[in-house]
Every structure is written in structure tokens, then in C-alpha cells.
Nanobody, 127 residues
């Protein structure tokens, strides 16, 4: 069992930066792939980024490539999402997710490939 707790959300002006953190409990952190999704009211959950167990490989949604960076620190059981050059359309609730690497990376954009989810953290970007 893995429990995920996000932090670091908030309000920022367009062009600004935020770093989200996701702390994982349990001894299996090093064995699972991690991802970030986001969701706005009335919309489906949207893939943002994913990272392999060892952090060597990543995937990004086209909408965030070059602006967002996913990373992880297995010593701290934490995954990060550095968000730069934020735009109003990045406004959403951001969710951390975890799952078996071979399943996640077969289709990282698919929410159903992830087994565990955090409660989410709100990011608001004003124009």
C-alpha cells in the first residue's frame, strides 16, 4: 500500500513558477513509477508527466514540454514537479499518482494504469 500527499500548490501570476512535491509512504517507493495529472471542473483528468523508478526516463504532455520538469528523490520518497513559465491554462488541481512501471510506461497518459492517487493540490495561475 502506498499513500501519497501533495504539497506546494498555490496562486501565481502568469510567467511565474511553482514546485509541487508528492511525499509517498511505504517501503515500495523505489519500485514504482510516478506521475502527475491535473483536472479542471467538468473535465477529465489530464496527464502531465511521468518518471520511471530510477528517474532515468520521463514522459511529458505536449502542453507542458519545455516548461515542466518531473524528478524524484528515492532517499526522501518524494517526487517533484517543477513548473516554470506558468500560463492561466495551467490552472487545475494537480494529482500525484503511482503504479507499476511496466504498466505505467506502456501508456503513461492513461489514469487507469496508476494504482495509487493523492488528494490533489490546487494551482491557480492569474493573467
Amino acid at each position: 500500500q502506498v499513500q501519497l500527499v501533495e504539497s506546494g500548490g498555490g496562486m501565481v501570476q502568469a510567467g511565474g513558477s511553482l514546485r509541487l512535491s508528492c511525499a509517498a509512504s511505504g517501503s515500495t517507493f523505489e519500485s514504482i513509477a510516478m506521475g502527475w495529472f491535473r483536472q479542471t471542473p467538468g473535465q477529465e483528468r489530464e496527464f502531465v508527466a511521468a518518471v520511471t523508478r530510477n528517474g532515468a526516463s520521463t514522459r511529458y504532455a505536449d502542453s507542458v514540454k519545455g516548461r515542466f520538469t518531473i524528478s524524484r528523490d528515492n532517499r526522501k520518497n518524494t517526487v517533484y514537479l517543477q513548473m516554470n513559465s506558468l500560463k492561466p491554462e495551467d490552472t487545475a488541481v494537480y494529482y500525484c499518482a503511482a503504479g507499476v512501471e511496466i504498466v505505467v510506461f506502456s501508456a503513461p497518459h492513461e489514469p487507469r494504469g496508476y494504482d495509487y492517487w493523492g488528494q490533489g493540490t490546487q494551482v491557480t495561475v492569474s493573467s
